[in-house]
């Protein structure tokens, strides 16, 4: 697999779990259910559906009287507020409808969910403890097919159990969704994530329908594979690719080597990020092995029926196959022969696009990163409007504020500043591109950065875009030249155990642009080996790691007094690193400067004061800024007047990382579908804004004027945990 380029399509890692219950005999584990046939025929109506719920009273009432898939008849006096699930869907469906408060158990392999670990984990190897189940006393345990065989089990402890049929399609999935909410009483909440669902099927088969559909498989382990007549099936055929295994049977078969290679899949679907099964024969000898065509899904998603399964994982298939083609078409970005000229035509992350006649002489930013690049560059005099949080900037008191009046942007701002290009860094959203294009604006979305090639790829980009090529260079020159810099102070240095968290537990961990700054400033960042993007840390991991020193974006700390840092190293010796939270938090060359110089001092000081507290000084007070940056931690005053708080202007990638790939031209070209920054992320350390559970709302949702970024980083993090990720790499 080497030299494989890999573009990272949608968001948060969500960490893997080994093993599953109802995979196939003798498959490797995979780490979800796969919910297969059992003895159990269900009972069924004439369209094979389940029988239909009734109530004395009421669409959502109780008491309630149902058939499950065994034919037993359940009756629920009331609402349930004990609920425990036997496997990771039921758990899944839970959540996307709001119960999740009243769920009391659930197995190992839904440790994913947000809130999961004060439930009772009722797993026994790879089934259910039965004794688990009785001890949360549950008003209902919902059993999924692949939990079959303990039915009898627990009904005989005298607990209501109802046992869903299999779900094959989407259909089925929509069924056992709508019938999940009937049984715990939140039928309008089923029914508007069942609308998202369905309303995104749409989308992708339109996304899809005029694909060149290639050939694709999905190895479960020891030659097992997801054939015909599975909701994996589906999930693929939505996807835009045709499963070679459809036509070799049905559910889970097992496929001999000479089958695979007389498939020949052109695509491999898998669920690790190394791809390491092509490297293995039969699929190293397939086209896809050769190639080096693979698609890694979330396996908590592919593999569970659940409505959040199908969402994710459709459109992580899809935008990845339709990037795979994109790249293997060879587009490429042309300036009319001109090094730095115009006409333009290049394409953005969303693989639209876009041509611009003349040098833009009004643009408009939607996030402060792409300001502070245009400021970098020399552009600022042409910038017409910017969003609050670039406030920090000299000179954006006499620029339009194009944010709406809670989080995201204006629309109605933005078309106001009557722009000759729009800046969108990819923590707008997408969907925020395209309602801005709705407005016959010419539009650019990048993709994430998640190191400092990536953020030179961006600044190269962004100068190209306004004709400030050679400032561009030269800022990347500066940035270069501080990190080899800063490389060389360091490299003789101990490197001190660092972490930065985010506040709510949640901390910077691997694959992310903060990661990297860590790095290059001295330190080894303890939550690389965490997981990947923004996950949370619980306390015991948090004293486990024990860094030596924290990374902080305000002068008087309190994150370390408070527990579990008060216990670590760095709270013990008082040891923490103050950084400029504007730089930190945003991916451009002035914020890799000023960061990774005053960590690396801070390092220093640290070590040369044997363990004394080490406060490094903000890098808006660094020698190195020029005046076009500003020299205060505050911002000043938009043009509505309002005060903008520097803790809300981060730009922290919160829904998956995903990165730039440099085409010939040096162009970022993944597509997206999902916010991979945020203005709002994580602004204190030692506070964030948890909100409430956003597993249902798209971040993608705008009304006429505005566009809804999350507010705060509580529930961008929260979004985070719906979704999955892809990567499509080629070989060279």
């Known amino acids: 697999m080497q030299n494989s380029r890999a573009i990272l399509l949608a968001v948060l890692v969500v960490t893997a779990l080994v093993g599953a219950p109802g995979t196939a005999a003798g498959a490797e584990s995979v780490g979800a259910e796969l919910e297969q046939s059992t003895d159990n025929a269900p009972s069924t109506d004439a369209d094979g559906h389940e029988p239909l719920q009734t109530a004395s009273s009421g669409t959502c009432d109780f008491p309630l009287n149902v058939t499950d898939a065994t034919g037993t008849n359940i009756s629920l006096n009331e609402r349930p507020d004990r609920i425990t699930t036997t496997n990771p869907s039921a758990a899944q469906t839970l959540w996307e409808i709001g119960a999740q408060d009243r769920v009391v158990g659930v197995t190992q392999y839904a440790g994913y969910l947000n809130g999961t670990d004060n439930k009772t984990n009722v797993s026994a190897g790879f089934g259910v403890s039965v004794e688990k189940v009785v001890a949360t006393e549950p008003d209902l345990v919902l059993a999924p097919n692949a939990s079959a065989g303990q039915v009898d089990d627990l009904r005989a402890q005298n607990l209501t159990v109802y046992h869903f049929s299999e779900a094959t399609d989407v259909d089925d999935i929509a069924a056992k969704t709508e019938r999940t909410g009937r049984l715990v009483g939140n039928c309008d909440e089923a029914a508007e994530v069942n609308d998202e669902m369905n309303e995104t099927v749409a989308n992708v088969t339109n996304q899809t329908a005029d694909f060149d559909r290639l050939g694709a498989l999905y190895p479960l382990g020891g030659g097992y594979v997801a054939a015909n007549n599975t909701f994996i099936n589906e999930m693929m055929d939505i996807g835009g690719t045709i499963n070679v295994a459809a036509s070799e049977g049905d559910g889970y078969p097992q496929l001999s080597d000479e089958v695979i290679l007389e498939t020949d899949p052109e695509l491999i679907l898998v669920t690790d990020s190394e791809a390491a099964i092509l490297d293995r024969e039969p699929y190293a000898s397939t086209t896809a092995g050769s190639q080096g065509n693979y698609v890694v899904m979330n396996e908590d998603y592919l593999n569970q029926p659940a409505p959040r399964s199908v969402i994710e994982s459709t459109k992580s298939l899809a935008t990845a196959v339709e990037k795979l083609q994109t790249e293997s078409n060879g587009e490429e970005a042309t300036d009319g022969g001109n090094t730095c000229g115009f006409p333009l035509n290049v394409t953005d992350a969303t693989g639209t696009n876009i041509t611009l006649n003349e040098r833009p002489d009004r643009i408009t930013t939607t996030n402060p990163s792409a300001a502070q690049t245009l400021w970098e560059i020399g552009a600022r005099d042409r910038v017409v409007g910017v969003t609050q949080f670039a406030g920090y900037l000299n000179g954006t008191d006499n620029k339009t504020n194009v944010s709406s009046e809670g989080f995201g942007v204006s629309v109605e701002r933005v078309v106001a500043t009557e722009p000759d290009l729009v800046l969108v860094p990819n923590a707008s959203s997408a969907g925020t591109a395209e309602t801005l294009r709705g407005q016959n604006l010419t539009v650019y979305h990048f993709s994430e950065a998640t190191d400092v090639d990536d953020i030179a790829a961006k600044t190269e980009r962004t100068g190209r875009l306004v004709g400030n090529c050679d400032e561009a260079a030269n ?186 790939v440099d085409t010939p031209t040096g162009e970022n070209t993944t597509a997206v579908d999902s916010d991979e920054e945020s203005d709002e992320a994580g602004g204190s350390d030692d506070t964030a804004d948890q909100g409430d559970e956003q597993d249902g709302v798209s971040a993608d949702t705008t009304d006429d004027e505005t566009e809804s970024e999350t507010p705060g980083f509580g529930f961008v993090v929260t979004a985070l945990a719906i979704l999955g990720f892809a990567y499509v790499p080629l070989r060279n």
């Open 475 to 660: 800022i990347n020159d500066e940035m270069n030249d501080t990190v080899a810099d800063v490389e060389n102070r360091t490299s003789d240095l101990r490197r001190p155990a660092a972490l930065y968290p985010l506040g709510g537990g949640y901390v910077a961990a691997d694959e992310t642009f903060i990661n990297e700054i860590m790095h290059i400033g001295g330190t080894n960042n303890v939550a690389a080996t965490e997981g990947s993007g923004y996950p949370v840390l619980s306390d015991e991991v948090v004293l486990r790691t024990d860094p030596e020193l924290i990374i902080v974006t305000e002068s008087n700390p309190s994150i370390l007094d408070q527990e579990p840092y008060a216990s670590t190293s760095a709270g013990v010796h008082n040891n923490y690193v103050v950084l400029d939270n504007n730089y930190l938090n945003q991916p451009a060359p002035r914020s890799v400067i000023e960061s990774v110089e005053t960590l690396a001092t801070g390092v220093e000081e640290l070590q040369s004061e044997s363990g004394t507290g080490s406060r490094g000084s903000d890098s808006s007070s660094s020698s190195s800024g020029s005046d076009d940056s500003s020299s205060s931690s505050s911002g000043s005053d938009d043009s509505d007047g309002e005060n903008k708080e520097q803790s809300e202007g981060n730009e922290t990638a919160t829904d998956g990382n995903e990165t730039a």
